[in-house]
């Protein structure tokens, strides 16, 4: 009896097992890790009160972990805003995998985002998942900066039909996908004549994205995954409200797999039906040719200026190495047409380089003993650090008669023009509220985000400069210094523009990022008034310095007298005006030690309501400097050669 059920039991399993082969030949479904990790990305500013944000930031992952356990759920989102700091957390799996495939990826992919520290904002990517939380809510966002396509290293044997094929899927994926239902969809496509019998192919959108959202994002990824296609038989493409992948491979099953159809057959479907019936003629030849250009614009662009990473950073590139005579050709022979700007240390010109870009050339004066100095740290400095809110240096030259830096240009030039420049009273609230946040962002990345902390000495509206959009940039890194890891301050001789310099520095030589906290207090003052600091005031009219004017307006509770004449009342609220004036007034406060870290400024700006502790001015030495500048000379410097006087005054 004993032998029999033996012997009938290793039937019944072997039985099994052939079945289950079958099955797989019907229906291949090659293993594949769906946890693979695609990408990660970290938050630049930290949190405050970390007993309250990893309370936050537990809970709300209990909480997504159980909606996608308990309701079947490929989507879920949670929030915890009950204290200082809130978490807003979404969490996605694709459609295909089983409720427990997708909590073993969600679990992997909450140990990849706790790498991220006290981080206040975090993403992690994977094949089967996607899990992110933020400080502010983000559910409706679709597109960012730092969309990818990725791509695998498998090649097919006839690339160009596989191609074919998955572009199709994918042309497919990115019409149907927003029209259904919860914004996913799975397809499949034969390939003929290759070693690859199938192409798989996924496209699926966060479910709190509008339909529209849902397109343009797609329209992103159908862009940054298509190229993959050319090369590699799997690809992906990875958004902030969306995901693309297709393969070679199954990575779904084919009862997975989703009718898109009848959701091609709508306003959209006629012009897909063109372009499908005229791939055989001279239409469609068109089109391979226009796709090609496409193609190989997109890859340039790549190569050129990489797009901003989420959270600021962007990708590495070494600077270009340019010959003097292309410069001295790309400038019109540095033409007083060309010219953008004149600096402390050199002019800046526009210039057309080879491959079409418009670029900024910086010319060192060479007169300067200490040029061959800056002209060293700059390079060393702007080549190694990458963010949204910096300027990238794209190349340099040093082998002709003058030392040459290459940047990328900026189109709307430099903050001063719009300030009290040519340009004065073009800059809405909004605008300038943006710049203030920018120039934070930038200055917090050199001080915290970066592997050590550079302190940029020289901070001021001629370099910051603006993009097309009016997003800041800050530039000139000529006088960058780094501070050592193990040193609160170093003692230095003074370089920098009186007027925005910290007392303590400007008087002791002691040099901390706090003096860049200063003075980008100082700038924003400049931003909200539209006055520059340096203006000698009429003392007989009852004129003050532009700073002693602030102070002296906030402590009487008339804020609003500070603002620039030139903005409209009504397109601005005066408590936010008056948050912004305060947190510039925090960031000039004496001592050091009292003025916030620009990472806290970030904070500070992001949320206003955060600002309950009030500036105060100290009756310090420190806090009742008043630097003078002589009209005449430069004003940018080393103080062993300025020409300028610094007079410390006692308490009024």
């Given at each position: 009896?004993?032998r029999?059920?033996?012997?009938?039991?290793?039937?019944?399993?072997?039985?099994?097992?052939?079945?289950?082969?079958?099955?797989?030949?019907?229906?291949?479904?090659?293993?594949?890790?769906?946890?693979?990790?695609?990408?990660?990305?970290?938050?630049?500013?930290?949190?405050?009160?970390l007993?309250?944000?990893?309370?936050?930031?537990?809970?709300?992952?209990?909480?997504?972990?159980?909606?996608?356990?308990?309701?079947?759920?490929?989507?879920?989102?949670?929030?915890?805003?009950?204290?200082?700091?809130?978490?807003?957390?979404?969490?996605?799996c694709?459609?295909?995998?089983?409720?427990?495939?997708?909590?073993?990826?969600?679990?992997?992919?909450?140990?990849?985002?706790?790498?991220?520290?006290?981080?206040?904002?975090?993403?992690?990517?994977?094949?089967?998942?996607?899990?992110?939380?933020?400080?502010?809510?983000?559910?409706?966002?679709?597109?960012?900066?730092?969309?990818?396509?990725?791509?695998?290293?498998r090649?097919?044997?006839?690339?160009?039909?596989?191609?074919?094929?998955?572009?199709?899927?994918l042309?497919?994926?990115?019409?149907?996908?927003?029209?259904?239902?919860?914004?996913?969809?799975?397809?499949?496509?034969?390939?003929?004549?290759?070693?690859?019998?199938t192409?798989?192919?996924?496209?699926?959108?966060?479910?709190?994205?509008?339909?529209?959202?849902?397109?343009?994002?797609?329209?992103?990824?159908?862009?940054?995954?298509?190229?993959?296609?050319?090369?590699?038989?799997?690809?992906?493409?990875?958004?902030?409200?969306?995901?693309?992948?297709?393969?070679?491979?199954?990575?779904?099953?084919?009862?997975?797999?989703?009718?898109?159809?009848?959701?091609?057959?709508?306003?959209?479907?006629?012009?897909?039906?063109?372009?499908i019936?005229?791939?055989?003629?001279?239409?469609?030849?068109?089109?391979?040719?226009?796709?090609?250009?496409?193609?190989?614009?997109?890859?340039?662009?790549?190569?050129?200026?990489?797009?901003?990473?989420?959270?600021?950073?962007?990708?590495?590139?070494?600077?270009?190495?340019?010959?003097?005579?292309?410069l001295?050709?790309?400038?019109?022979?540095?033409?007083?047409?060309?010219?953008?700007?004149?600096?402390?240390?050199?002019?800046?010109?526009?210039?057309?380089?080879?491959?079409?870009?418009?670029?900024?050339?910086?010319?060192?004066?060479?007169?300067?003993?200490?040029?061959?100095?800056?002209?060293?740290?700059?390079?060393?400095?702007?080549?190694?650090?990458?963010?949204?809110?910096?300027?990238?240096?794209?190349?340099?030259?040093?082998?002709?008669?003058?030392?040459?830096?290459?940047?990328?240009?900026?189109?709307?030039?430099?903050?001063?023009?719009?300030?009290?420049?040519?340009?004065?009273?073009?800059?809405?609230?909004?605008?300038?509220?943006?710049?203030?946040?920018?120039?934070?962002?930038?200055l917090a990345?050199?001080?915290?985000?970066?592997?050590v902390?550079?302190?940029?000495?020289?901070?001021?509206?001629?370099?910051?400069?603006?993009?097309?959009?009016?997003?800041?940039?800050?530039?000139?890194?000529?006088?960058?210094?780094?501070?050592?890891?193990?040193?609160?301050?170093?003692?230095?001789?003074?370089?920098?523009?009186?007027?925005?310099?910290?007392p303590?520095?400007?008087?002791?030589?002691?040099?901390?990022?706090?003096?860049?906290?200063?003075?980008?207090?100082?700038?924003?003052?400049?931003?909200?008034?539209?006055?520059?600091?340096?203006?000698?005031?009429?003392?007989?009219?009852?004129?003050?310095?532009?700073?002693?004017?602030?102070?002296?307006?906030?402590?009487?509770?008339?804020?609003?007298?500070?603002?620039?004449?030139t903005?409209?009342?009504?397109?601005?609220?005066?408590?936010?005006?008056?948050?912004?004036?305060?947190?510039?007034?925090?960031?000039?406060?004496s001592?050091?030690?009292?003025?916030?870290?620009?990472?806290?400024?970030?904070?500070?700006?992001?949320?206003?309501?955060?600002?309950?502790?009030?500036?105060?001015?100290?009756?310090?030495?420190?806090?009742?400097?008043?630097?003078?500048?002589?009209?005449?000379?430069?004003?940018?410097?080393?103080?062993?050669?300025a020409d300028?006087?610094?007079?410390?005054?006692?308490?009024?």
């Amino acid at each position: 009896m004993a032998r029999w059920w033996c012997i009938s039991h290793r039937t019944v399993i072997v039985t099994a097992f052939l079945m289950f082969m079958v099955f797989l030949t019907i229906n291949p479904v090659k293993s594949q890790p769906q946890a693979n990790l695609l990408i990660t990305g970290c938050s630049q500013i930290n949190a405050t009160n970390l007993p309250n944000f990893f309370g936050n930031l537990n809970e709300t992952f209990r909480d997504l972990r159980n909606k996608l356990s308990n309701n079947n759920s490929y989507f879920a989102t949670s929030e915890q805003t009950r204290n200082s700091e809130p978490v807003y957390a979404m969490a996605q799996c694709r459609n295909y995998m089983s409720t427990r495939d997708c909590l073993s990826c969600f679990d992997s992919a909450d140990t990849f985002i706790r790498a991220c520290a006290a981080a206040n904002g975090a993403r992690a990517v994977l094949d089967g998942c996607f899990l992110r939380y933020e400080s502010n809510s983000f559910y409706d966002q679709t597109t960012l900066p730092g969309n990818v396509g990725l791509c695998g290293n498998r090649t097919s044997s006839r690339q160009s039909v596989f191609e074919t094929a998955v572009d199709g899927l994918l042309s497919n994926l990115s019409i149907a996908t927003p029209k259904i239902n919860g914004f996913y969809a799975a397809v499949t496509a034969p390939v003929s004549g290759t070693n690859t019998s199938t192409a798989y192919a996924i496209a699926q959108c966060a479910e709190t994205v509008t339909r529209d959202g849902c397109k343009d994002c797609l329209a992103v990824a159908y862009a940054n995954i298509r190229s993959c296609a050319t090369d590699v038989t799997d690809g992906r493409a990875v958004d902030s409200g969306c995901f693309m992948r297709y393969s070679a491979s199954a990575f779904f099953s084919n009862n997975k797999s989703t009718d898109i159809t009848s959701f091609l057959r709508d306003d959209d479907s006629s012009n897909k039906g063109a372009i499908i019936g005229g791939v055989g003629g001279g239409v469609g030849f068109l089109i391979f040719l226009l796709v090609v250009v496409v193609l190989l614009w997109i890859r340039r662009s790549k190569r050129t200026s990489p797009g901003d990473g989420l959270y600021g950073a962007t990708e590495l590139q070494s600077p270009k190495d340019y010959s003097y005579s292309d410069l001295k050709k790309a400038t019109k022979d540095f033409s007083e047409g060309n010219k953008l700007g004149e600096g402390g240390f050199g002019d800046v010109y526009k210039g057309i380089v080879k491959d079409g870009n418009i670029v900024a050339v910086k010319k060192l004066a060479l007169g300067s003993s200490t040029a061959k100095d800056n002209f060293e740290s700059e390079v060393r400095v702007i080549s190694n650090v990458h963010h949204r809110n910096l300027i990238r240096l794209l190349g340099c030259c040093s082998k002709g008669p003058e030392l040459l830096l290459v940047l990328e240009y900026m189109e709307n030039g430099s903050l001063e023009t719009y300030l009290y420049g040519e340009k004065r009273g073009t800059l809405s609230w909004k605008q300038r509220c943006d710049i203030i946040f920018g120039t934070a962002r930038g200055l917090a990345y050199l001080h915290e985000q970066y592997h050590v902390t550079i302190i940029h000495r020289d901070i001021k509206p001629s370099n910051i400069l603006l993009d097309n959009e009016y997003q800041p940039k800050i530039a000139d890194f000529g006088l960058a210094r780094l501070l050592p890891e193990d040193q609160t301050h170093i003692s230095t001789r003074f370089a920098g523009t009186l007027g925005y310099t910290a007392p303590e520095y400007a008087i002791h030589g002691q040099l901390s990022e706090k003096v860049d906290t200063y003075s980008f207090g100082i700038v924003v003052l400049e931003i909200v008034s539209g006055k520059k600091c340096t203006d000698v005031p009429d003392e007989s009219a009852g004129e003050q310095y532009l700073l002693e004017h602030a102070w002296n307006l906030y402590e009487t509770r008339m804020h609003l007298k500070l603002v620039d004449e030139t903005l409209d009342p009504s397109k601005y609220n005066e408590e936010d005006v008056k948050k912004v004036i305060e947190i510039a007034l925090m960031c000039t406060q004496s001592p050091v030690s009292v003025r916030p870290t620009m990472s806290e400024v970030v904070m500070l700006l992001s949320d206003r309501s955060r600002v309950q502790n009030p500036p105060t001015r100290q009756n310090a030495n420190l806090a009742n400097i008043r630097i003078q500048v002589d009209n005449s000379t430069s004003t940018t410097f080393s103080m062993s050669n300025a020409d300028a006087t610094i007079t410390e005054l006692t308490g009024r």
